[in-house]
Nanobody
Framework: QVQIVESGGGLVQAGGSLNLSCTASELRFDRHSMGWFRQAPGKDREGVASFSRYGAITIYADSVKGRFTISRDNAKNTLSLQMNSLKPEDTAMYYC????????????????????WGQGTQVTISS
């Protein structure tokens, strides 16, 4: 059973930064498109950013474009999400997910296309 583990969440003030990371012991991130997703209380899970295995293309949700940066370290088999200029509306549980093969473009931000999820890490932004 592949286990994806996220870390780096926490409580920060608006305008601050956080860096999230995820890794997995039995899943090669460079062989899969990977993404970060989030779910706020009472809301559906949504895609935040993805990193495609096909040409290392990155896709961002409009709400985070210019503030968040997704990256992958093949040597460490980690996926990171650098989050800057955080806003209270960024408060959510953040999940790392492995995306099904063959999915590309903005479809990589669709939670329905994820076949393996981490347990999540909580991000809380105070105003």
């Amino acid at each position: 059973q592949v286990q994806i583990v996220e870390s780096g969440g926490g409580l920060v003030q608006a305008g601050g930064s956080l860096n999230l990371s995820c890794t997995a012991s039995e899943l090669r991130f460079d062989r899969h498109s990977m993404g970060w997703f989030r779910q706020a209380p009472g809301k559906d899970r949504e895609g935040v950013a993805s990193f495609s295995r096909y040409g290392a293309i990155t896709i961002y949700a409009d709400s985070v474009k210019g503030r968040f940066t997704i990256s992958r370290d093949n040597a460490k088999n980690t996926l990171s999400l650098q989050m800057n200029s955080l806003k209270p509306e960024d408060t959510a549980m953040y999940y790392c997910g492995a995306i099904r093969p063959g999915i590309a473009g903005r479809e990589t931000l669709a939670p329905a296309n994820v076949f393996n999820w981490g347990q999540g890490t909580q991000v809380t932004i105070s105003s």
